[in-house]
């Protein structure tokens, strides 16, 4: 069933309630959440995305009470992940010639996944527009690596209207469509929650590209997303709160994360909660077992956090599999500006610490050296190390523990968005750099040759 968005664009999409999660079960999903799919209907007949490829016949049949498919003048796809595209087969079947915009690498994300079908794709980039009559047009802005190198916008004239796509989204059921009608404390939390475990590794990239919006002078009266609320009430809220997020955000707030055998870290967590709040009692505290809690909640407390506190006993010579697990994950998502401390228990070896501090730093964190690692149970005795260690914590501000790198000829610069490395000795042959060309003497227009970004989302590697 259509509802209307505004003027003659109506949300076509499907509300999934009974989602519990997503990406596999790598996200998990506690109030729902939708694909939105849109239709507009000015002179031109326009679709805006599909849904997820186990609804594609629901989609389909639907649409068909809506209008006669072959009305639709042509599809926009600004993302070819199946969750977006995942009906295009069972629509295409019915309207096989209809074009299809999108960016290239659309194309290729979308053969990839389905073979290629002969489907008629006219591929846009960033300021390409097209009129879809009543005065009106599309144009579409690339939004690469925001999540997928295919990531597009695509803004609306006269209803102003900005189909973000991914960006902007929350996993979270709203029937009622609208932020303004939804829980605002689920909107929030929602949104945060999908920022942190799906957006944060590319902040940097969401910076640079919230200026490019911004100086592009447009208005939305609507954002809409392609999953959860839309926002039409005050939807530059969403668009604050995206540029306060990817600033390297952070609450006064420190989140101890652990794992235990036999209860020894557990008390040694506890130690430490109890001591931030003692030193601090302004600072929010929080503490997660990491094997019984939800690891996208614990990461969205990360994600608010100044500090960090991750703890594991000793097994094997190493660390219990949850944490590591745990602390790969902590990795991809590319946290900035945060400190953290280790602790945990032993029976004889007593490697965790060193090791916890190690993944901590590898992903990106300023790691103090003040730790608790104890011997079988703690003790009082044992704990005394506390209040030092959770003095350094809160104590001074971070410059995030970065050394600076001395550039050479032959220094390799890894894409953050994507991470492909670039290395002199083999240059880019596919862009016409040939080997031996230093990173510095690339031409200024060369980008990734994987996700598409400029150079300047490139870093040294140390
Ligand atoms: Fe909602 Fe990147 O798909």
């Not at 704990?383 to 790198?405: A, C, F, M, Q, R």
Request: glycine share 6%; with cysteine.
């Amino acid at each position: 069933m259509r509802k209307k968005v505004k003027g003659n664009v109506s949300w076509v999409g499907y509300i999934d309630w009974e989602l519990e999660t997503f990406h596999g079960d790598d996200y998990s999903i506690l109030n729902g959440s939708s694909q939105n799919a849109y239709l507009i209907e000015e002179e031109k007949t326009v679709l805006i995305d599909t849904v997820w490829t186990p609804h594609r016949f629901d989609f389909v049949e639907n649409l068909k009470k809506e209008i006669d498919l072959k009305k639709i003048d042509f599809i926009v796809a600004n993302h070819g992940e199946c969750d977006h595209s995942g009906s295009l087969t069972a629509l295409m079947d019915e309207i096989p010639d209809t074009p299809i915009y999108c960016t290239s690498q659309c194309v290729k994300s979308i053969e990839g996944q389905y073979g290629k079908r002969g489907w008629n794709f006219k591929v846009v980039k960033t300021g390409d527009s097209v009129e879809i009559g009543n005065g009106k047009k599309l144009v579409f802005v690339e939004m690469k690596m925001l999540h997928w190198p295919d990531s597009m916008a695509t803004y609306m004239t006269g209803d102003n209207i900005l189909f973000s796509n991914d960006a902007f989204g929350q996993h979270f059921a709203v029937e009622e469509l609208f932020n303004d009608k939804a829980d605002q404390c689920l909107l929030y939390k929602e949104a945060i929650k999908y920022f942190t475990n799906i957006l944060n590794p590319f902040a940097a990239i969401l910076s640079k590209k919230l200026d490019e919006i911004a100086g592009l002078n447009l208005t939305f009266d609507i954002i809409a997303p392609s999953h959860g609320a839309i926002w039409r009430d005050n939807p530059m809220q969403i668009v604050k709160k995206y540029a306060e997020w990817a600033a390297a955000y952070q609450e006064n707030q420190i989140t101890v994360a652990y794992d235990t055998m036999w209860e020894g870290t557990t008390k040694i967590a506890h130690r430490i909660a109890e001591e931030i709040h003692r030193q601090s009692p302004d600072t929010v505290v929080k503490v997660f077992n990491i094997a019984k809690a939800d690891k996208n909640e614990i990461m969205t407390e990360v994600f608010k956090s100044k500090a960090i506190v991750v703890g594991s006993p000793t097994v094997s010579n190493s660390i219990l599999s949850s944490v590591a697990g745990w602390l790969e994950f902590l990795k991809q998502l590319k946290f900035k500006n945060k400190k953290a401390a280790a602790f945990g228990c032993y029976g004889w070896s007593g490697e965790s610490v060193r090791i916890l501090q190690e993944k901590l730093r590898d992903a990106g964190f300023e790691v103090i050296d003040e730790n608790i690692r104890v011997m079988w149970n703690p003790e009082e005795s044992d704990l005394e190390k506390v209040p030092e260690l959770v003095s350094s914590l809160i104590g001074s501000t971070n410059d995030n523990g970065d050394k600076e790198t001395t550039a050479t000829a032959m220094s390799k610069y890894q894409c953050g968005p994507c991470g492909y490395i670039y290395d002199p000795a083999k240059g880019d042959p596919d862009s016409g750099i040939a080997p031996g060309t230093p990173f510095e003497s690339l031409p200024d227009d060369w980008c990734c040759p994987v996700c598409g970004v400029s150079k300047d989302m490139f870093n040294i590697m140390k």
